[in-house]
């Protein structure tokens, strides 16, 4: 180091110093300033270490010798020892790690240390930190830190904050330890840390703010930390496996409480009275606990009240009219119970109100007039109740921007009521609408919902002219007759699905990326112009009557994922457009007049999942080279005129994720083909975690496909990933059923009827352990049905029908369950259910448990199930709430999961509002640190 410089800094530093503290000052000056600058270089300033930060600034980049470290940026000293007492590098931009030998350790007197939102690659936290023996406050968090908390943290008897939010561990015994010696704690924020312990009881009396939520704590909630006397914070939230009551004594008028965060812990009681006296009380937060029993009357003493979150619980009862009045109340939500009754009027001298959410309850009746006067409103959401809504109680909400009253009624007479102009929300959806008249002055719009309503004939020119900023516009089922053009701007989702559409297919803005308009009767060709359409992400033509040729443009547009013009008139080729690159997902053209050959060029569609050209006139042999799609789900080419015998190439693994595969009803000759299932691994292995849905990317968008089970067609919407169906019936195959068709051991549904197959049935068939459905009938099989089929646990259907088949029927809890036409048509069988008489021997051990699942019955719970997973997995945005929607209204639109959507895309708003409040927080959080 240049000579001149250390002196010139000796001598800065100097100037701060006082000859008491140390012998020899010059020296400890010159160690910490060569500390932290050694401390600096040991990391980099990367300008994305500090995303999560409004404003984040390399502090240490201005650090040099030039001036009094003292004086530098986020260095505090001790004015009377010249000591650094505080180093402040949040926000910093730094990134590195900061390993035990580090000179940020030679700083032994600090006092203050925060290093958090910056980015230490993963590190884990030095033990060292447990030396600051001087250090009162200590913040880390939200700086990628990870692994254990060293237990040495609980050295630092001085501590008042300590701070460590992010994704670190800490071993139960050392929680404790923390705690034990952590006497003068006011703030402790261990908020996401992997704790996976009970609650301890020692907590220091002076804590102010407890943060544990996200902690995986488990167990019951000691009452004690409710009424820990200068407590103001208390998160335990997101704790799934914590339970409690809430005190019901104890709460008097002086509990200091400010902040509440229990959402998702669990508490089956009622509210009790003596929360009316938190009235400290500025943000409570009891989403999701499992709350039951009416709102208690005290509630509306909590004066202070700002943020009341009590949705998702099993509240019921009225809504205590008391909780509008709250003089502070800002954000009141109460969605998801089963508040029943009605919205009383309610005394608004105070307008704090902006947001108000009372969706999906049972809540009736007119709303109260009071609403007029929330003139602050900013978002209010009354879906799915039962309330006969007077639309002009709005007109005077200026500040509104998000409303939605879905599945309400919205009173006719009222058409001519003007509605604010700030909305940039407004969902509608069944709510009896006829007429737009009332939307006149709604010109701001961005996502208007009117589905399910009652419009008729077109959409009004004023009403598209007043909807020039919508990006998002549902009129699907509704019994609209024409829509010419859709003159939007900036669209970038169309639904008008489920119309009474006629004429040529309306070509929307180039800006769409989502657009569905199945179930409507559009004929004539599709129009050329739906190429300009460069961003289009999923079109959706299906159930139309739309003719002519599909536009072989259509395959250059590589955004696009799902195409779907199943149930049209289409003729001509399949376009041989698909180049690579394309991002194709799910292609579903069946039952059209297409005809030709499959177009080899599919396969440079790599992300294809779904190929469906069923029902077509499609010429040629089995399109062998999609074997090498490596994520091909479902392929079904039924009822065509392919022939030929199936040949497999040497790929090494095709159609490794198939698990759909229906050939039916074309002229498939030759000898059913071993080598292809000697592929097909997704067949041939049952994956543990196959109960749960698989994900394969956000792009998740709703398929359908019909199959033929135990005799009957059904759609399979959406569960294509769970079903697992072989359909090679009606074809021209002949020979023996090879025996390793066995190894398709997760098999649902397994079809080979009406070919010309002989020979024994191979006992291998007794490993199909999942196979639900059976169907060799039709062949010319013939020797005895192998007794191994008796073990088949989940065969519900079976049909052997129109063989030659002979010898004993097995004799085994399902065999025992299918009628005598299952058999019917054979040459010799014999016993139940045909006749009584086949020896007695044949009875196979009836211990073995059956579980007798109705396959309805397992069918719905799967599904359920599924969607449970699917609402969870929700939060990957926008593509998937979309393709929601798009599943919700394909299948006949059960209204529980409507309303479910209209909640999640409420959502989405309400998250990215919530985003932009975090980067709010953490502003204001920079601002006044400490
Ligand atoms: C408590 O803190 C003191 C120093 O203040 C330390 O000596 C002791 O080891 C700590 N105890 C534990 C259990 O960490
Ligand atoms: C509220 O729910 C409880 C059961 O949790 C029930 O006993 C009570 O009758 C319900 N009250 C109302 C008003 O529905
Ligand atoms: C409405 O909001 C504005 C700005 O936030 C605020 O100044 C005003 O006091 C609020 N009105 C009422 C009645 O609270
Ligand atoms: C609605 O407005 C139209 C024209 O603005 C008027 O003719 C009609 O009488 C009004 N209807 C009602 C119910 O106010
Ligand atoms: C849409 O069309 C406009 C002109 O009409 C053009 O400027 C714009 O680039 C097009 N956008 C896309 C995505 O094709
Ligand atoms: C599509 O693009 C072509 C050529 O760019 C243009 O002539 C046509 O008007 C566009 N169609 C629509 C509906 O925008």
């Known amino acids: 180091m240049d000579y001149a410089i250390v002196l010139l800094l000796v001598f800065l530093c100097h100037e701060v110093f006082t000859v008491s503290s140390s012998k020899l000052p010059h020296l400890f000056h010159k160690h910490q300033t060569s500390s932290l600058l050694k401390f600096k270089n040991t990391l980099t300033v990367d300008t994305s270490a500090s995303y999560l930060c409004q404003e984040p600034y390399p502090k240490t980049s201005s650090w040099n010798m030039s001036r009094d470290c003292c004086s530098w940026d986020g260095v505090i000293c001790d004015e009377m020892t010249g000591h650094v007492i505080e180093l402040d590098l949040s926000c910093s931009n730094l990134a590195g790690t900061i390993d035990s030998n580090s000179s940020l350790f030679q700083l032994s007197h600090l006092q203050r ?40 943290i609980s050295h630092l008897s001085k501590l ?19 705690l034990q010696n952590l006497t003068q704690l006011i703030e402790l924020d261990l908020t996401s840390i992997n704790i996976s312990s009970t609650i301890p009881l020692n907590f220091s009396s002076h804590l102010t703010t407890l943060r544990l939520g996200d902690t995986a704590l488990y167990g019951i909630i000691p009452e004690t930390i409710f009424h820990l006397p200068n407590l103001e914070t208390l998160h335990l939230w997101e704790n799934f496996q914590l339970s409690g009551y809430f005190p019901k004594t104890k709460w008097n008028s002086s509990t200091s409480l400010q902040k509440l965060q229990l959402s998702f812990v669990n508490f089956p ?8 006296y938190l009235t400290s009380l500025r943000y409570l937060y009891l989403q999701n606990c499992n709350l039951r029993g009416p709102i208690p009357e005290s509630l509306s003493k909590l004066t202070c009240i700002e943020d009341l979150y009590l949705q998702y619980n099993s509240l019921n009862g009225t809504i205590p009219s008391g909780i509008f009045s709250l003089p502070s ?3 009141l939500v109460l969605s998801n119970n089963h508040f029943s009754g009605q919205f009383e009027d309610f005394n608004s001298n105070s307008n704090s109100l902006i947001l108000i959410d009372l969706s999906n309850n049972q809540l009736q009746g007119h709303l109260p007039n009071s609403i007029q006067n929330l003139v602050n409103l900013t978002d209010l959401d009354l879906s799915f109740n039962n309330f006969h809504v007077d639309v002009s109680l709005f007109s005077d909400l200026k500040q509104l921007l998000y409303l939605s009253l879905s599945y309400n009624t919205i009173d006719e007479k009222e058409v001519n009521s003007t509605l604010p102009e700030s909305l940039e929300y407004l969902l509608l959806a069944a709510c009896e609408v006829k007429e737009l008249a009332f939307l006149r002055s709604a010109k701001h719009l961005s996502n208007l919902d009117l589905s399910n309503n009652k419009l008729q004939g077109r959409i009004p020119d004023w009403a598209w002219s007043n909807w020039m900023s919508l990006t998002t516009l549902n009129i699907s089922h509704n019994m609209l007759t024409s829509v010419d053009t859709i003159p939007l701007q900036i669209v970038y989702t ?3 699905r489920s119309n009474l559409l006629q004429g040529s297919l309306p070509v929307p803005p180039n800006s769409t990326t989502f657009f569905f308009i199945s179930y409507n009767y559009l004929s004539e060709e599709i129009p050329s112009d739906i190429c300009n359409l460069t961003s289009l992400v999923m079109l959706d033509l299906a159930r139309n009557n739309l003719r002519g040729e599909i536009p072989p443009c259509l395959g250059k547009i590589t955004a696009l994922q799902v195409l779907d013009m199943r149930h049209n008139n289409l003729s001509g080729n399949i376009p041989t457009t698909f180049s690579n690159g394309s991002s194709l997902s799910s292609l579903n053209l069946h039952g059209n007049k297409l005809e030709g050959k499959i177009p080899q060029s599919l396969a440079n569609c790599k992300n294809l999942q779904l190929l469906d050209l069923g029902n077509n006139n499609l010429n040629g042999t089995f399109p062998v080279w999609l074997g090498a799609l490596p994520d091909l789900l479902v392929l079904s080419l039924r009822s065509n005129k392919l022939h030929g015998p199936i040949r497999t190439s040497r790929i090494v693994n095709m159609f490794p994720e198939l698990r759909i595969i229906d050939l039916s009803y074309n002229a498939f000759s030759g000898s059913l083909p071993s080598s292809l299932f000697q592929h097909l691994k997704a067949m041939r292995t049952i994956d543990p975690s196959m109960g749960a849905p698989r994900y394969h990317g956000d792009t998740y968008y709703e398929d359908s496909i019909t199959v033929a089970t135990k005799g009957f067609y059904r759609e399979i919407v959406r569960i294509l990933y769970l079903y697992t169906v072989i359909d090679l019936s009606s074809n021209k195959f002949r020979g023996q059923i090879p025996s390793i068709m066995g190894d398709l051991i997760a098999v649902h549904i397994m079809n080979l009827s009406h070919n010309g197959l002989q020979g024994h049935i191979p006992s291998s068939f007794g490993d199909l352990s ?15 049905i192998p007794q191994q089929l008796a073990s088949l646990t989940y065969l519900s259907f079976l049909n052997l029908s129109h063989n030659h088949l002979q010898g004993c029927i097995p004799q085994g809890p399902q065999f025992h369950t299918y009628e005598s036409n299952s058999y019917e048509g054979n040459d010799g069988l014999r016993g139940f259910p045909i006749s009584k008489s086949c020896g007695d021997a044949r009875v196979l051990d009836t211990n073995d448990t059956v579980s007798g699942l109705d396959d309805e019955e397992s069918n719905s719970d799967f599904q359920s199930d599924f969607w449970k997973g699917t609402l969870m997995g929700y939060g990957s945005g926008l593509c998937i709430g979309l393709s929601i ?8 639109k059960p209204i529980w999961l409507a309303r479910i959507i209209i909640e999640m895309e409420h959502k989405i708003i309400m998250g990215r509002r919530k985003k932009q409040r975090r980067q709010r927080n953490y502003r204001r959080r920079n601002i006044n640190h400490f």
């Open 113 to 152: 240390l925060d290093l958090s939102l910056n980015n230490f690659s993963n590190s884990h936290i030095s033990p060292e930190f447990g030396k600051f023996s001087s250090l009162t406050h200590l913040d880390l968090s939200d700086s990628n830190f990870c692994g254990q908390i060293p237990s040495e």
């Open 160 to 178: 008042q904050s300590l701070r460590l939010y992010g994704r670190l561990r800490l071993i139960a015994h050392d929680f404790k330890l923390l």
């Open 269 to 276: 009681h009622n509210l009790p009275e003596s929360i009316g």
């Open 329 to 331: 109340l800002s954000r």
């Open 494 to 496: 169309i639904d008008l």
């Open 770 to 784: 999942s196979v639900e459905s059976l169907d060799l009938s039709g062949n010319q099989l013939s020797g005895e």
């Open 885 to 892: 929607i798009y599943f919700m209204i394909s299948t006949g």
